[in-house]
Every structure is written in C-alpha cells, then in structure tokens.
C-alpha cells in the first residue's frame, strides 16, 4: 500500500537573476503538479517584479517583513501575519521597495506557470 502523504524535503530552488530566492516545494518544476504550487520566497530589500495578469489565483502570506502589491492600480502593503488572495486575470506588480527583506509564502491555483503569468516587459 503506498503513502498517503508525501514530505517534502528537497523543493525545487527557482533559478533568479535578481536576488530573490524561490523554493517551490509543490508545483509544475518540484513534482510535477499542475493543480497548485506552493512556494516558500525571500524577496530582497529593493526588489520589483515587472507588472502582470496571471491566469491563475495566487494567495501571499507574509511571514516576515513588508511586500508591496499594486493591483489595478491601487497600493497595498501586507505585513507579517498578513495575507491576500488575488483574482486570476487581474493586472498586478509586486515588489518589496522596503529595506529589510520579505519572507512570504506563495500559494497558485492552477500550479504557477511562466506561460500563464503574463509578465508585461520591464
């Protein structure tokens, strides 16, 4: 009889040219999993994302720090113990313009996918 649970010990490390780190311990690169990903990220002090409109939801909880959200236009800022769940479809930009690092967990359904994410250029 096989497990009904798997541990993951060995997630998928997302490979980054500007400093943030990417753990993705479920999701389409760690097993495979196209339904959800869920990945642990460290966002440095001064780090953007350029703007997008993912095909997916994607919930953000942060565990320490500050992140920065402007969706459709309005600015958010989530701190620790603080979550947020955004709509697929919906225009966003995140960045951590703040000068400590975020450390925050990200959670997409369907499973994060670079061709879904909708990345405009910088």
């Keep these: 009889m096989s497990k009904k649970y798997r541990i993951q010990n060995s997630p998928f490390i997302v490979p980054t040219d500007d400093g943030k780190i990417i753990k993705e311990h479920f999701g389409r690169a ?3 999993n196209s ?8 966002a440095p002090a001064g780090w953007s994302e350029p703007f997008q409109t993912p095909e997916f939801d994607e919930y953000t909880f942060i ?6 959200f402007i969706i459709e ?3 958010i800022v989530l701190e620790a113990g603080q979550s947020i769940m955004v709509k697929k479809n919906t225009r966003l930009q ?5 000068t400590e690092a975020c450390e925050y967990l990200a959670i997409c359904l369907p499973a994060f996918s670079i061709d879904q994410v909708n990345r ?3």
């Design 30 to 32: 760690s097993d495979g």
């Design 35 to 42: 339904q959800i990903s869920i990945a642990h990220m460290v």
């Design 63 to 68: 565990i320490r720090g500050k992140k920065q």
């Design 73 to 75: 236009g309005e600015t």
């Design 94 to 98: 995140y960045s951590n313009p703040f």
């Design 120 to 122: 405009e250029d910088k």
